[in-house]
């Protein structure tokens, strides 16, 4: 069974940095994609970047030049990080590690960022 495990987030000021990781343990074939999402209050999901199995990353247009999105796969380890910069009270949500392998979408339970102004 896949199972995701976020960590990282917190209470933070704005212009401050927080780093999020995701640990991805139990068999996973043919990762396609690895990425970050976010869901504030009131607001739906959005994808806050993404890495594909290339190594090509996406991110949203509100955090280009902010936030950094990599990927550690050596050998069995799956794990993926987000660093988050220059923080704004707008980035506050909750933010959820996903995962694409084999056609299937896999998710974690979340992380809290709150960034106070």
């Known amino acids: 069974q896949v199972q995701l495990v976020e960590s990282g987030g917190g209470l933070v000021q704005a212009g401050g940095s927080l780093r999020l990781s995701c640990v991805a343990s139990g068999t996973i074939f043919s990762i396609e994609a690895m990425g970050w999402y976010r869901q504030g209050p009131g607001n739906q999901r959005e994808l806050v970047a993404n890495?594909?199995?290339?190594?090509?990353?996406?991110?949203h247009d509100s955090v280009k030049g902010r936030f950094t999105i990599s990927r550690d796969t050596y050998r069995s380890t799956r794990r993926l990080y987000l660093q988050m910069n220059s923080l704004k009270p707008e980035d506050t949500a909750e933010y959820y590690c996903?995962?694409?392998?084999?056609?299937?979408?896999?998710w974690g339970k979340g992380t809290l960022v709150t960034v106070s102004s």
């Open positions: 996903n995962v694409v392998a084999s056609g299937a979408n896999y």
């Open positions: 890495i594909n199995s290339g190594g090509r990353t996406n991110y």
